[in-house]
T-cell receptor
Framework: DAGVIQSPRHEVTEMGQEVTLRCKPI?????LFWYRQTMMRGLELLIY????????DSGMPEDRFSAKMPNASFSTLKIQPSEPRDSAVYFC?????????????FGSGTRLTVV | GNSVTQMEGPVTLSEEAFLTINCTYT??????LFWYVQYPGEGLQLLLK?????DKGSNKGFEATYRKETTSFHLEKGSVQVSDSAVYFC????????????FGAGTRLAVHP
């Protein structure tokens, strides 16, 4: 398996623009997580899905952030409009029921810079 | 609530030194415990895990023992290398429920030649 695949690896955008980050989880995994990592706040869980259904979005910072999982093999995190304070590395991770024995598999992340 | 506390970094060591990164947890029950490592510019990778009390997880020369009495899962390595320079995250998860990993704040390790 190719692991969790995120795209793009790097994104530079201007303030006010819409940004869409993409994630393909490992086939067969039924949990998907979106994290944000910054120097100031560390690793933050934004939202997670189980069987494509959002379970907990309490970590989503504002209404400007939205996430979807239209099918088991694809998820998006959208920021509209983007602001400089959204600059961070965004990670996607996937797992399956029984992951207490295996943990999560993380993607390589998308480094977002909003100028 | 459930939480993980790690020693603050950065931890700076010379090559071949002994490493300990402390991790303690607060949990209502007996979770599985994990150490993840994040190398510069990369995502988090599972380093080792332990699923029950007294289990010892090990990988790449790193070890950690699940201590229920002290609610701890300290990471150790006998002789660090420059290539071990990374950020290390301790985490816990309960089986069942929604598989939510709870991470510590991370500890940065810098190893110098």
């Amino acid at each position: 398996d190719a692991g969790v695949i995120q795209s793009p690896r790097h994104e530079v955008t201007e303030m006010g623009q819409e940004v869409t980050l993409r994630c393909k989880p490992i086939s067969g995994h039924d949990y998907l997580f979106w994290y944000r990592q910054t120097m100031m706040r560390g690793l933050e869980l934004l939202i997670y899905f189980n069987n494509n259904v959002p379970i907990d979005d309490s970590g989503m910072p504002e209404d400007r952030f939205s996430a979807k999982m239209p099918n088991a093999s694809f998820s998006t995190l959208k920021i509209q409009p983007s602001e400089p304070r959204d600059s961070a590395v965004y990670f996607c991770a996937s797992s399956f029921q029984g992951a207490a024995n295996y943990g999560y598999t993380f993607g390589s992340g998308t480094r977002l810079t909003v100028v | 609530g459930n939480s993980v506390t790690q020693m603050e970094g950065p931890v700076t060591l010379s090559e071949e030194a002994f490493l300990t990164i402390n991790c303690t947890y607060t949990a209502t029950g007996y979770p599985s415990l994990f150490w993840y490592v994040q190398y510069p510019g990369e995502g988090l990778q599972l380093l080792l895990k332990a699923t029950k009390a007294d289990d010892k997880g090990s990988n790449k020369g790193f070890e950690a023992t699940y201590r229920k009495e002290t609610t701890s899962f300290h990471l150790e390595k006998g002789s660090v290398q420059v290539s071990d320079s990374a950020v290390y995250f301790c985490a816990l998860m309960f089986s069942g429920g929604y598989n939510k990993l709870i991470f510590g704040a991370g500890t940065r390790l810098a190893v110098h030649p």
